[in-house]
């Protein structure tokens, strides 16, 4: 095996090594992305000390991270398939800027149009996928909100505590449902499901004030105790707007690119005769 055969099976195999890493680093980015959104907006409750925003900034950090790491797993791609890349696509394009017009062929990109168009998508899906949970976290905020600032002040017997608990990468957010009967019935309703942000110690046959969501008799709350906020509704739609963006600019890149090679291809037979 001569010198130079040694060195490109040496730089393949550092290619390939690096490609299986990136692969297996998106897959674990995206996992935990796709699990912290569906914990932050979903199975996890917003705690009195509001722990929301910083699980939301997590998320679209692991997200992004993701998107990078498929980023990687492309570069790698490309050079295992000898197009050039980083400072050798620098390079080309260096060369194919100096080169007459006359002689110029369009020069291989870092991406293709493919690769721009499937990150773009990629990066609209979370987009869109975000969109919905935003309103979700807004609506429940506006209804706990709803219920400090109109709902209904009447006593209630507990009938039943149901302490939980959900843990994520770096805290436990404390929740509790509370069974009651109340004193006089709000709109033909005699029993309420109070929403605590946190763990409580009541006891069968205690007797505690609520307020009755109007709207909903089947809601309560603590007065001054709001279950839900807006903590988290901000950055998430931030990040669903950063994604969309970023992701419709991929999309009109790439559809951009694939056009101006199929625009080169059909004149370039006339520019040769």
């Known amino acids: 095996m001569s010198g130079v055969d ?30 912290a959104l569906l914990i932050d907006t979903g ?40 197009l050039p890349s980083g400072r050798l696509a620098a390079a080309a ?26 990150f773009g998508v990629i990066f609209a899906v979370i987009g869109i996928v975000m969109i919905p949970l935003t309103f979700s976290t807004h609506a429940a905020a506006d209804k706990s909100s709803y219920t400090q600032s109109n709902g209904i002040s009447v006593n209630a017997m507990v009938t039943n505590v149901d302490n939980e608990q959900s843990c994520g990468r770096s805290s436990c957010t404390y929740y509790a449902y509370v069974n009651v009967l109340l004193s006089q019935p709000v709109d033909g309703r005699a029993s309420a499901t109070v929403n605590i942000p946190q763990n409580v110690s009541y006891s069968s046959g205690q007797t505690i004030g609520v307020l009755v969501d109007p709207k909903d008799p089947g809601y309560a709350e603590l007065p001054g105790s709001p279950y839900s906020t807006n903590s988290s509704t901000v950055g998430m739609g931030i990040g669903a707007a950063i994604f969309l963006i970023i992701g419709a600019f991929g999309v009109f890149r790439g559809v951009r690119m694939r056009l101006r090679k199929h625009v080169w291809h059909s004149l370039r037979p006339a520019a040769s005769a």
């Open 6 to 35: 040694f060195i490109e099976r040496r730089r393949r195999g550092r290619l390939i090594g690096s490609l299986v890493v990136a692969c297996l680093g998106f897959l674990l980015f995206a996992a935990a992305g796709v699990n």
């Open 43 to 82: 199975v996890r409750r917003e705690a009195s000390e509001h722990p929301g925003a910083s699980e939301t900034v997590l998320t679209i950090f692991l997200l992004l991270v993701a998107v990078c790491c498929a980023m990687w797993a492309i570069h790698c791609e490309h050079r295992l398939r000898g």
């Open 93 to 118: 394009g260096a060369v194919h800027a100096s080169a007459p017009m006359s002689w110029r062929t369009p020069r291989r990109r870092r991406y293709g149009p493919t690769s721009t168009i499937v």
